[in-house]
């Protein structure tokens, strides 16, 4: 192996322990939440600042998250399938249709 290749590992090793120790967390710093929801800093601000994402700001300084909190915001809106919606539609006409 070329020294070029053994860094190029190494920095991969490096890079999956961080995301390892990220998965740990539970509760996130501004830079842990960008890199865990894989979005800039920018438009992290952006949500915070139009409180569209649950965090937290103790002492009106450094912005927090609650890694549960994000899964579960990330979790909502679901899109539904199309299978989802005539399996939905099917048993709303069965229940509607003996009333």
Same mark, same amino acid.
């Given at each position: 192996m070329e020294v070029n290749q053994i $860094?190029?590992?190494l920095? *991969?090793?490096e890079q999956k322990i961080d995301e390892q120790n990220? $998965? *740990?967390k539970e509760v996130l710093?501004?830079?842990d939440a960008c890199k865990y929801l894989d979005i800039s800093?920018?438009?992290l601000y952006k949500l915070t600042s139009q409180k569209q994402i649950p965090h937290f700001c103790p002492q009106g300084k450094k912005l927090y998250f609650n890694r549960q909190e994000i899964d579960e915001w990330l979790m909502r809106n679901k899109q539904e399938t199309s299978e989802d919606i005539e399996t939905a539609a099917a048993n709303?006409?069965?229940r509607n249709k003996r009333k």
């Open positions: $860094l190029e590992k920095s *991969q090793l990220l $998965l *740990q710093n501004f830079n800093a920018s438009h709303y006409l069965i």
